[in-house]
């Protein structure tokens, strides 16, 4: 603008311009020319001011462009620190023992390698009359299955029971060359009572994912008694199936046989493939017996309108129980070193070394028997720890997400995760929070397992340091998750609790390993520290709370992994969340620890740590005198309620139908929320009160007041005497941290309790008494509802201890093993 000005004035001289002399022939340019002197100029400032002014809204507009795009790049830009997980380190050279493993947690039986398209294999089973089975799914009517024993390396036993019929399946692995060695299955099967034994089909299949071949070999031409394969991280291999014999392993065993190759359009359609392939045309007829017909595959098939991406071969194997079938994969580069052929009485042999080798370990690790532990419930935690390292599953692809800056959501970094899920049959697929807890049990059975489970999690983070909560990579793992939760907001936390696992392997981990780790724990510590800070100094915030104050009683929280956790009515930025700050606190003292022990600058760390664990500042913060506890603060009305309402009538169509909405009797105030519950306890779960704090005899009146949070098979999660005590957040919400006992804050508890009654001080003995009562009611109804139902569950209802919500749930639940153990 100052050069376009300064041309301008460069022009004014003696000599006519050009635009003098059309003024004169101009009546209205002499007109203007009559203005009074000094206008043009001002003139002149408007306009440019006007253009400034448009050029800095530009230049804003640009700004705000390129911070969008900048923003969005970074939330789809890995983090550029060194990976956590060495590159090829979970090849079949680096780590053979676990290259191959039980890594589809959402299927009753299959086995992968740990590979980004890695060849799947796995069973199916077909009771005819009954239903296909394949994927485990709580409401499919099969009344008890789980991991019997599991030892996350080289074996596992499990059992299946699905009505009448029993299945047994087992697999033992057996190193050797450099594609991760081979392995054998054995299945048994056979039913219960007396009875005319139904026809049952035995469904063993191998299918490759986008890279991979495979070729039948046929015998007679109809039954597949191998499949010839070969893959990028396998290289060449053999699947034989054995001839089945009867129960014991001897004779042969009449059997129909059946096959199926057909292109797949991808992993998670392998059910539906199958299903479709079925006809009744198949005849079962063994010599001297009645024929009956039974559903087979047809021999080529696949799904119409689908493009195959891989191929699937599929050994259909049909007779009546009781009867044992074994399957065996022996690697081409193993054939040098092979130690004999892994199956029949061979494969008796190592399955019984295994099992003793397994039960000697746990005694070692856990100490059950030397404690007294009945053998039931020894059998018990054996199967809690099994069906977590059984849960153990590998993943590949992208999640899908969003930025709050971006409307449409985006595909997020390609990722590879090795991680324990939750519940096979609901959750099987990776959870940041659970996965903290499930660590702390992982890490003490297989140290190096836990590790390498954290930095497949670590290597996660993006540019900015976060790392999405749930995890949905693959088609497989996609497919069983609801449309409404597969995106992941890139403002959304989850507890930190990976930290509290690496707190418990930090002393014994190796210098190298942390170095790697160190860079990425500061970058998502810090992210926690930036996005979620609170309205005050030393004060946090969940982002991500649910905006529809109509719909929901108490809007939900999901962040905070505690869901419908009561919080501020109104959510709003004054809100100050205790459990985020106490995570917060064990974060920057793990921080502290860990930059300590690798020679890094610890000082923001260990001024952090000191800071959230004054406890003058927290009273400040978070205690409510007026509630006798610590507690959330925010924009809050005890004063809710849900309400039936009808919308207006349109005329001409049928009536609307009501709705249960929110109504609010009395104005939200910036108060402390008065819900009692195990966010008012989390001072104590994360033991950041002194031993003499004044504070711990409220807390611990609390614990034990049965009105309140005591009940005789654990802690439960909100007051009996609070309002939102087993209230419904919607009318299709129901409770779920409102009451119920949950095993993962009461093991916080108990680890709490144990530590302050070893500590001298006023409460010590208060401490102890509550730790061994509270104890010995978690423990004893966690077994008390396995023996009845077979299952660990997400969570017990307060009333009588009844196993609810998903199940199996040998996600956190299965820390009663520790709880057993009494290792905290």
């Known amino acids: 603008l100052m050069a376009g000005e300064r041309r301008r004035r460069g022009g004014d001289g003696p000599r006519e ?47 705000a462009e390129w911070n969008r795009r900048s923003e969005a790049s970074r939330l789809v830009t890995p983090h550029p620190a060194p990976p956590a997980v060495p590159p ?57 299955y789980g991991w019997l024993m599991h030892d996350g390396e080289n074996f596992g036993v499990q059992e299946i029971r699905d009505e009448g019929l029993v299945l047994r399946t087992e697999f033992v692995k057996q190193l050797g060359g450099d594609h991760g060695g081979d392995w054998s299955w054995r299945v048994t099967v056979k039913m219960e009572g007396k009875g005319p034994a139904p ?39 053999t699947l034989t199936f054995l001839p089945p014999t009867g129960e014991g392993g001897e004779g042969h065993k009449y059997a129909s046989y059946n096959f199926l190759a057909a292109g797949v359009p991808g992993l998670h359609r392998l059910t539906d493939l199958v299903r479709q392939s079925l006809r009744e045309s198949s005849v079962f007829s063994p010599p001297g017996r009645p024929r009956r017909r039974f559903f087979g595959v047809s021999s080529t098939g696949g799904l119409p309108g689908e493009s195959p991406r891989g191929q699937l071969l599929l050994h259909q194997v049909t007779l009546e129980p009781p009867a044992v079938l074994e399957v065996t994969l022996e690697s081409g580069s193993a054939a040098g070193v092979r130690r004999g052929w892994l199956a029949g009485p061979a494969l008796s042999t190592v399955l019984a070394r295994h099992v003793a080798n397994f039960e000697q370990r746990f005694e070692d690790t ?40 971006q409307e449409e959501p985006v595909p997020g970094i390609e990722s590879m995760l090795f991680t324990a899920v939750p519940s096979r049959s609901c959750f099987p697929r990776g959870f940041l929070w659970d996965e903290g807890f499930h ?15 954290l930095a497949h999690w670590l290597d996660l983070l993006n540019a900015d340091g976060w790392i999405p909560r749930e995890q949905i990579l693959g088609d497989e793992a996609r497919a069983r998750v609801p449309p409404d939760f597969v995106l992941q907001h890139s403002e959304t936390a989850n507890p930190p609790t990976l930290l509290l696992a690496l707190e418990r392997l930090l002393p014994d981990a190796p210098l190298p390993y942390l170095r790697r780790l160190f860079p990425r724990l500061r970058a998502w510590f810090e992210w926690l520290n930036r996005t979620q800070a609170g309205p005050e100094p030393f004060t946090f915030r969940w ?47 793990v921080l502290a620890a860990l930059a300590e022990r690798l020679g890094e600058p610890l000082a923001p760390y260990r001024d952090m740590a000191t800071a959230l664990s004054d406890n003058d500042l927290l009273d400040q913060l978070h ?31 049928p009536p609307p139908a009501p709705q249960l909405r929110r109504e609010v009797r009395e104005a939200p105030r910036l108060q402390f929320v008065g819900a009692l519950g195990y966010v008012s306890l989390f001072p104590l779960l994360l033991q950041l009160l002194q031993v003499d704090s004044p504070r711990l005899p409220a807390l611990l009146g609390s614990m034990r007041n049965e009105k309140q949070l005591w009940t005789p098979f654990g802690l439960r999660s ?67 509802q396995y023996e009845a139902t077979g299952f660990l569950w997400e969570h017990y209802r307060d009333s009588d201890g009844t196993g609810q919500g998903c199940h199996p749930f040998a996600g956190w639940s299965a820390l009663v093993v520790l709880a057993m153990a009494e290792d905290y």
Not at 754 to 769: C, V
């Open 366 to 405: 856990f100490g059950l028997k030397a404690r007294g532990v009945s053998l039931p419930q020894r059998r018990f935690a054996q199967a809690a720890l099994s069906e977590m390292l059984g849960g153990i599953g590998f993943f590949h692809g992208r999640s899908l997400l969003r930025s709050e800056h």
């Open 17 to 63: 311009r050009p635009r003098e002399r059309l003024r004169d022939r101009d009546p209205k340019l002499r007109q203007q020319q009559k203005t009074p002197r000094g206008s043009g100029r001002v003139q002149t400032a408007l306009v440019l001011i006007a253009a400034a002014a448009a050029l800095a809204l530009g230049l804003a507009a640009a700004v």
């Open 718 to 784: 909100l007051a009996r005497d609070s309002p939102w005590y087993l209230r419904r957040n919607t009318e299709h919400d129901p409770p779920y941290w409102r009451g119920s006992i949950w095993v993962n804050i009461n093991f916080l508890a108990l680890r709490a309790l144990h530590g302050y009654a070893q500590a001298a001080g006023p409460h010590q003995e208060r401490a102890a008494e509550l730790y061994r009562e509270l104890r010995h009611n978690l423990v004893a109804n966690v077994f008390r």
């Open 199 to 237: 026809l049952v089909s035995l469904f063993f299949y191998v299918a490759t994912d986008g890279q991979g071949t495979l070729r039948p070999v046929l015998e007679n031409g109809t039954r597949l008694a191998a499949v010839a394969g070969t893959a990028e991280e396998l290289g060449d291999f």
């Open 88 to 144: 090829g380190s979970t090849g079949p050279l680096a780590s053979p023992t676990y290259f191959w493993g039980t890594y589809r947690p959402h299927v009753y039986f299959g086995m992968k390698t740990r590979s980004p398209r890695a060849v799947v294999t796995g069973l199916m089973w077909l009771q005819h009359g009954g239903n296909l089975r394949h994927t485990s799914d709580q409401n499919d009517g099969v009344s008890r």
């Open 623 to 653: 205690w409510a005198p007026e509630l006798g506890t610590f507690a959330d603060f925010g924009n809050h009305s005890t004063a809710v309620a849900l309400r039936w309402h009808r919308a207006a009538p349109v005329p001409g169509r």
């Open 543 to 589: 982002r991500g709370r649910d905006t529809d104050l109509e719909r929901f009683l108490n809007p939900k929280t999901l962040s905070s992994g505690l869901d419908d956790y009561p919080r501020a009515s109104h959510p709003s930025a004054q809100e100050r969340h205790l459990d985020l700050r106490c995570w917060m606190a064990l974060g920057a003292r």
């Open 439 to 453: 660590l702390l049990l992982l890490s003490r059975w297989d140290p190096a397992l836990a590790r390498d489970i």
